[in-house]
């Protein structure tokens, strides 16, 4: 496990998500573990960080977003569905085109690997942020849903 101040888990924190900053509500980490066609990266994120809704896009079965958690604790949530609790172990297939975010719970750290699956018309679509009335509604870790 690596071990920092803030966080214990089992890949780098990584150096402080700027570049992305601007779709995310709160402080998030971004750690690259490996490069080429598929990019798989740590991403972290501290108690209450959540990244804005988005959509991943792709054609012929492209742009699919995986999610594995592996530390601490978080939500994910579709648009239009319930969210879901992230846990260590939880893995998330977001199909391509489907508006959703994903972030920490407002009083844990959390952290997953992600990447895209490649193909022809893979890009991000940035949208709003997730509001404090909708985060608010949702569970803390101590009353998990």
Known sequence: MTSNSRFDQMFPLGEKNDAYA??????SYLAPLTAGSVPVS??????????NWHIHHGADGAGDQILLVTAGSGWYQAEGEEPIS???GT??????????WHGA???AWFSH?????????VCNEW?????NEEYDQLPTTAQQA
């Open 86 to 88: 992230l846990e260590p």
């Open 91 to 100: 893995a998330i297939r977001v199909p391509a085109g489907t508006k959703h």
């Open 113 to 121: 690997v992600a990447f895209i699956t490649p193909g022809d018309g």
């Open 22 to 27: 601007q779709y995310f509500s709160g402080q």
């Open 105 to 107: 719970k407002a009083d």
């Open 42 to 51: 740590n991403v972290s994120f501290e108690p209450g960080c959540r990244n």
């Open 127 to 131: 949208l709003e942020p997730v509001t």
